[in-house]
């Protein structure tokens, strides 16, 4: 679906949600090798950089949705997914006051909104993130960061049945592998939203 740059002409009513773009995920502290070559590869922290320094000067709200875990583990599900019960086996995981769950600083901004999770893999369920989004008087979302294989997805979709709509910064998402994060950018968020560059963002928002 190509991009209509008019349904961003008020950036009053966007937001751009980054997310998972934490040191313990693609920065110093990245236990995932595969992801941060991905990352790499297609320059998604600078372009995902370049897209909030630019929703930033326009006026949109940039929220960093995050993820972390209690050492104790209260309030995550921690037996019902292969996957976490898989990145649990490390105690130190992503645990919350360390400096693995804190936004990449080239990323990170006193002036944007966080958005914790301590369950799941998206950013919507069991957090304010909708009421933060409705008080700010947000109808579309803009989706950068991590990842291609569970978190982008489930954001789309999450945002569509809550009624959004969601805009796709397609140099600024990765996966893992790389081809298998193009094919989740081709067949499933074509589906859910349109897609653009961080260039094609950064042009609507400064014009």
């Not at 110093?28 to 370049?50: H, I, M, Q, T, Y």
């Not at 086996?89 to 006051?97: C, I, T």
Request: charged content about 20%; overall charge neutral.
């Amino acid at each position: 679906m190509a991009i209509d740059l008019a349904e961003l002409a008020d950036p009053r009513r966007t937001a751009l949600l980054i997310m998972e773009m934490q040191r313990g995920v693609a920065g110093d502290l990245a236990k995932f090798p595969e992801l941060v070559k991905s990352c790499a590869d297609r320059g998604v922290v600078a372009n995902a950089a370049r897209t909030a320094a630019a929703a930033r000067a326009s006026g949109a709200r940039v929220v960093q949705c995050t993820a972390a875990f209690r050492a104790d583990r209260a309030g995550s599900h921690t037996d019902n997914c292969p996957f976490i019960k898989a990145l649990l086996k490390d105690p130190a995981h992503m645990l919350e006051g360390t400096g693995a769950v804190e936004v990449m600083p080239e990323l990170a901004d006193p002036s944007d909104l966080e958005s914790r999770r301590y369950h799941g893999f998206s950013p919507f369920t069991g957090t304010s993130l909708d009421q933060t989004l409705r008080s700010l008087g947000v109808r579309t979302v803009v989706a950068a960061g991590l990842s291609l294989n569970l978190g982008i997805p489930g954001l789309c979709l999450e945002a569509v049945n809550l009624g959004y709509r969601v805009v796709v910064v397609t140099d600024a998402v990765a996966g893992m592998p790389a081809e298998y994060g193009d094919a989740v950018l081709k067949n499933t968020i074509s589906l859910l939203a349109a897609r653009a560059t961080s260039r094609e963002l950064e042009a609507a928002w400064t014009a």
